[in-house]
């Protein structure tokens, strides 16, 4: 029996209306040229976030874990947590107005030990309803890591092979564009703006991009070349992370299979790898 069984089945759930102000914030923040009032896939990341008040934040921005009854995670004794994949289905557009609901459920959590320590993985079910119409089903995985005491990697002396790719951009993440994404997820974790804990404590090399704003750049590759809330799947995994300051290139082609998509360092390694549909 594991010790984290008591937490299987958990549930949260949170509620939000998309405003028009939120809307035009998350444009402004992707330099989109979208208009009208229905929103891109990735909207509802921006929606029903974390609430937990400052005095409850830990040293690393996120809140404080807990084994209080009311808690939704429980409190795995390891200090680095990331957002590591996401499987997610999308059944509805979500546009200005409605009442976006998010029911949480932990659905599993797990051991493992390897090459690259002690692990644990969470896995999180959400479930978002636009005025009671099922929008999008999400799976995300989220992993929590031993502290690292190995000095940051420097970039690697590859470079990226963008000609086996049908569509290319380009584009280097800067701290405002962090600063942005985080106010929008009022995402308080400080690898994404506090370049001394960054490099000190979690051992990056720099400040690092957000595992959801990489995804929500690949969906809008995505949506340049098929248009808007065209996706009815959609799934990533983060593979290394993405720096401030370095070139990102979002890349993707469509094949029999369906479509692929990846977000590859300026060294040509691979920051993100997606797969997506149509149907």
């Not at 998309?18 to 891109?40: E, K, N, Q, V, W």
């Not at 994404?192 to 804990?197: E, I, Q, S, T, V």
């Not at 400040?207 to 750049?217: D, Y």
């Not at 692929?260 to 797969?275: F, I, K, N, P, Q």
């Amino acid at each position: 029996m594991s010790a984290w069984d008591a937490w299987i089945g958990r549930t949260q759930q949170q509620t939000e209306i998309l405003t028009p102000a939120l809307l035009a914030r998350f444009r402004a923040t992707l330099d989109s040229s979208d208009s009208g009032d229905i929103a891109a896939q990735s909207i509802h990341w921006c929606l029903n976030t974390p609430q937990a008040a400052t005095a409850v934040l830990g040293p690393d921005g996120h809140p404080l874990r807990s084994d209080a009854p009311d808690s939704f995670l429980p409190p795995i004794p390891l200090p680095r947590r990331m957002w590591a994949s996401s499987a997610l289905e999308f059944h509805a557009p979500i546009g200005v107005g409605q009442t976006v609901q998010r029911r949480s459920t932990v659905a599993s959590i797990s051991e493992k030990s390897g090459s690259s320590g002690y692990l644990v993985f969470a896995e999180i079910d959400h479930a978002t309803f636009a005025d009671n119409v099922l929008a999008v089903q999400e799976r995300q995985t989220l992993v929590y890591r031993e502290a690292s005491a190995a000095p940051p990697a420097g970039l690697g002396e590859g470079t990226p092979d963008v000609s086996v790719w049908q569509w290319h951009r380009e584009l280097t993440p800067n701290a405002p564009l962090l600063f942005r994404y985080s106010a929008l997820t009022f995402n308080s974790h400080r690898i994404h703006y506090d370049a001394p804990y960054a490099v000190n404590e979690e051992r990056y090399r720099g400040l690092v991009v957000h595992g959801p704003l990489t995804a929500t750049l690949l969906l809008d590759l995505a949506a340049r070349e098929f248009g808007s809330n065209a996706l009815k799947r959609f799934s990533f995994r983060g593979q290394s992370p993405a720096f401030v300051g370095e070139a990102l290139h979002l890349v993707g082609r469509q094949n029999d299979a369906g479509i692929e998509l990846a977000a590859l360092g300026s060294d040509g390694r691979v920051v993100m790898s997606a797969t997506a549909g149509l149907s």
